[in-house]
């Protein structure tokens, strides 16, 4: 990398944005992670808070107040990230580490809709928003977006069945909307030195049954979910300046499920 990266990392507690942030210290980045208060934030000052190239923040990306003081109360600190990503999310399994029946469709909460929405995609706008008034123009800089398989694919619901966990349409609604977030800003900042791109995961494995696993296999080319790190290598990729002249796209890191 020929300048050195200072990434700013939402919703970093999760079991991709924990790998994200070994992966950018073992190349040498500066790290600055944000995550609600709370045993995430907790955690990762307890995995990482001695790492000389390691800072955390808490944050909710919903916040209209606390995203628009963020990247000046940086700057006090000397800190100028030149590569932000858009992590934070309400996820499937967010929903049910609350301990509650995951709803079908018809039984979906309005809050949980709204809520998913608050997080998943306008606290991503909100984020984009603030970077262009205090980074991007003034200095070279990448957003990435972070969606999913299931922002431009339907789920193939069947494999759901007996989990205890479903795939649901907020979640998709987000991630799709994350993408044309991306398109639009990509041609908005084009001559401001700012790229913008969009990552979409596959299916990664977090102790998932073996029944799931090979549920989810067999919608896969490569017949088997992502390691987390995989995930990340890519990350790393539209992270470093390798990806350059890349703006304005979705790269699908899903073990071929997008290309059946």
């Not at 990762?44 to 944050?59: A, K, S, T």
């Not at 990247?71 to 990230?81: D, E, Q």
């Not at 809520?115 to 606290?123: A, E, I, P």
């Not at 401001?192 to 596959?202: K, L, M």
Request: charged share 20%; glycine share 10%; proline share 3%.
């Amino acid at each position: 990398m020929a300048d050195k990266k200072t990434v700013f990392l939402t919703g970093s507690g999760g079991v991709l944005g924990t790998v994200y942030i070994e992966k950018f210290l073992k190349n040498g980045m500066e790290v600055i992670a944000s995550e609600l208060p709370g045993e995430r934030y907790d955690g990762l000052m307890d995995r990482y808070g001695d790492h000389d190239c390691f800072h955390c923040i808490e944050l909710d990306v919903g916040s209209e107040e606390q995203v628009a003081g963020v990247f000046k109360s940086l700057a006090t600190k000397n800190l100028f990230p030149n590569v932000v990503i858009n992590n934070a999310a309400v996820t499937g399994e967010l929903l049910m580490g609350r301990g509650e029946p995951f709803p079908d469709f018809a039984n979906t909460k309005l809050e949980t809709w709204e809520k998913t929405l608050k997080v998943n995609l306008t606290g991503a706008f909100l984020v984009a928003r603030q970077m262009d008034v205090d980074i991007v123009g003034r200095y070279p800089a990448k957003l990435i977006n972070v969606a999913s398989m299931y922002a431009l694919n339907g789920p193939h619901h069947d494999i759901y069945e007996g989990m205890p966990f479903k795939s649901f349409s907020a979640y998709s609604a987000t991630k799709a909307g994350i993408h044309g977030l991306t398109v639009w800003l990509a041609g908005y900042w084009a001559k401001r030195d700012c790229t913008v791109n969009t990552i979409a995961p596959g299916a990664v494995f977090n102790d998932h049954s073996v029944e799931f696993q090979c549920r989810v296999g067999k919608l896969i080319m490569l017949d088997r979910m992502a390691e987390p790190e995989e995930i990340a290598d890519a990350m790393t990729f539209l992270v470093s300046d390798n990806s350059r002249y890349m703006t304005g796209q979705i790269v699908n890191v899903d073990g071929g499920f997008s290309a059946w």
